[in-house]
């Protein structure tokens, strides 16, 4: 395109450009109506007659080293002819309501992709409220209604967005990754909602589900996709024998010595990572408490073996593999860990049916990091509704830049 000065920049359909002041902190352009162009109503199209003229600015994108540009432009009462309503004409592109341009709030919105509110001033003049409410505005007209169409996998989770006990319920395509649903609360109610949006197509159209074995989801989706397989993937279930783990740990400690409490401490995380994530150091001091503690080192033997069932393609060998792993949990001498055996073979069609529907849990996992890193740039939880719009946005638009 070619750019005829610095006005080209401030092209307005309907409007013309009659002062431009610089500095190189400030821009003021004036912008008067091009009185060439009748009056439309924007409720009918019909013409409008012009009642009276009153000057307003509204800020838009900054222009070389002038972070603040202000727009001083006629805003046009009227009274239509045809439907009698009155209205006030702005340029196309100007929010009234914001006293900004949209350009300016997509920019302010795109910033808030990649930066907390609260530093986006850093970069354009605005504070974090500001900042919030614009890109609000901008993703909740921008970002589309969720597919709920051709759905297939279905992953729900709920997740903590508070420290003190304030949960949401996640619904995700386990397919396109796109997130679906959030509510607050982690109860049956929380889901039901999202069951009750779809139509009977749209809920046939689910063949699996992901979840967490505990909480109250398996009712509802038992309920609601009675043809639906249901799968406790491996994960949630990985994270139910960390939390075994943890429980014989501290179990353990109550009983050591104060020596033996010792090797014990800070022994958490050792316990659940995986050796290739270990310093030579820390496998030194696992091994040194694996040496120590028998309940320990057979729960961190049988972790490993827990994780091979995943690695079985067909449901014949996989079925006789967790029916071996539950007998060993059985004869371990721990209780905890016979238990979580034991448990596992009531729900073993739930834990199996990865055979045939391998759910990636990569998707689920990778949006908790996300989850995170946009509770903490939108400073904490405002409201529910932006953070779903943010997740949301995530979801649609994935890797953005580290
Ligand atoms: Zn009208």
Not at 103 to 119: G, N
Not at 380 to 398: A, C, H, I, T, W
Request: proline share 4%.
């Amino acid at each position: 395109m070619y750019v005829r000065g610095i006005r080209a920049l401030f092209a307005f359909p309907g409007y013309v450009v009659t002062k431009i002041s610089m500095t190189t902190d400030l821009v003021q352009v004036n912008l008067r109506r091009d009185r060439r162009y009748g009056l439309k109503c924007p409720a009918c199209g019909a013409r409008m007659g012009q009642n009276r003229i009153k000057l307003q600015t509204a800020r838009d994108l900054p222009l070389g080293t002038a972070l603040m540009v202000l727009l001083v432009y006629e805003a046009v009462q009227g009274r239509c002819s045809a439907c009698g309503a009155w209205a006030t004409l702005h340029p196309p592109g100007i929010d009234d309501h914001a006293r900004a341009t949209r350009r300016l709030m997509e920019f302010v919105s795109r910033l808030a992709r990649f930066l907390p509110l609260s530093h986006i001033e850093e970069v354009v003049p605005v504070d974090d409220a500001t900042a919030f409410r614009w890109d609000l505005a901008v993703l909740q007209e921008k970002l589309p209604a969720p597919n709920l169409d051709d759905l297939r996998i279905l992953l729900i989770d709920e997740k903590a967005v508070r420290k003190h006990h304030r949960y949401v319920t996640l619904v995700m395509n386990g397919i396109t990754g796109e997130l679906l649903y959030m509510a607050e609360g982690k109860k049956k109610e929380s889901l039901q909602s999202f069951f009750d949006r779809l139509s009977p197509q749209q809920k046939a159209s689910v063949v699996a589900v992901g979840m967490d074995r505990a909480g109250a989801y398996y009712e509802v989706v038992k309920a609601q996709l009675p043809h639906a397989d249901i799968v406790f993937d491996k994960f949630h279930l990985i994270a139910n024998y960390h939390a075994v783990i943890d429980q014989v740990r501290r179990e353990e400690w109550r009983k050591a010595s104060a020596r033996d409490k010792d090797v014990i401490k800070g022994q958490r995380y050792n316990l659940f990572r995986n050796p290739s994530n270990r310093t030579s150091r820390q496998t030194q001091s696992l091994m040194n408490l694996l040496h120590m503690n028998r309940n320990l080192a057979m729960m961190y033997i049988l972790k490993d073996a827990f994780k091979k069932l995943w690695d079985y393609q067909r449901l014949g060998p996989a079925r006789k593999y967790l029916a071996r792993w539950v007998r060993w949990a059985a004869v371990s001498g721990v209780e905890a860990l016979r238990r979580f055996g034991r448990s596992l073979l009531k729900v073993k069609d739930e834990v199996l049916n990865f055979i045939r529907h391998p759910i990636t849990i990569g998707s689920l996992e990778a949006f908790n990091a996300t989850i995170e890193r946009i509770i903490y740039r939108a400073c904490g939880v405002r409201n529910l509704d932006y953070l779903f719009l943010k997740l949301r946005q995530e979801s649609l638009e994935p890797d953005p830049p580290k």
